[in-house]
């Protein structure tokens, strides 16, 4: 939740169409290959080890929300962060007491790859957990130099 301010909204579309999104997962048994792909017009492609489903996507008015109907299923999700290499999604209603995930969580492919190898949840989570120190550092260093300002300034007229 803390990395929600420094992302992106679904109006932003340059952020999340037409890029292929890999699902990843905190579950060690999860091994299958499964990207979502958004075109313009609202077609969602959904890839299952290579093998293809077509959908629609639809934006929810002006919300960062989407419905994905695929297979003649409708599910609404809302947006809690995007930025060029995440794309992190809630399913509407309380899915943990359902026993199901909390987060949907969607990484553009290549960012999933590091050192040759693809990157396990860990290490993907790392790379999420850095953009957020590094927007906060950088919230830190204009408090400090705001700060310094102000003092100059009162130290001026003093």
Not at 94 to 105: A, H, M, N, P, T
Not at 128 to 155: Q, T
Request: aromatic share 14%.
């Amino acid at each position: 939740p803390k990395i929600i301010p420094y992302g992106e909204d679904l109006r932003e579309e340059n952020f999340w169409l037409s890029k292929r999104w890999k699902e990843v997962r905190d579950d060690e048994g999860f091994h299958e290959s499964i990207l979502h792909i958004f075109n313009e017009g609202g077609e969602y492609l959904l890839s299952l080890d290579g093998n293809v489903v077509k959908g629609n996507w639809k934006r929810l008015n002006k919300d960062n929300t989407l419905i994905l109907e695929i297979a003649g299923k409708s599910e609404l999700f809302d947006l809690r962060f995007l930025n060029g290499d995440f794309m992190v999604l809630t399913k509407h209603g309380d899915q943990v007491k359902k026993g199901l995930r909390r987060y949907f969580c969607l990484v553009y492919e290549p960012a999933t790859r590091g050192g040759g190898k693809e990157l396990d949840w860990r290490n993907i989570m790392e790379k999420m957990f850095n953009i957020w120190r590094e927007n906060s550092l950088s919230l830190v260093a204009w408090l400090i130099f705001v700060g310094a300002i102000g003092l100059i300034i009162y130290m001026s007229f003093r």
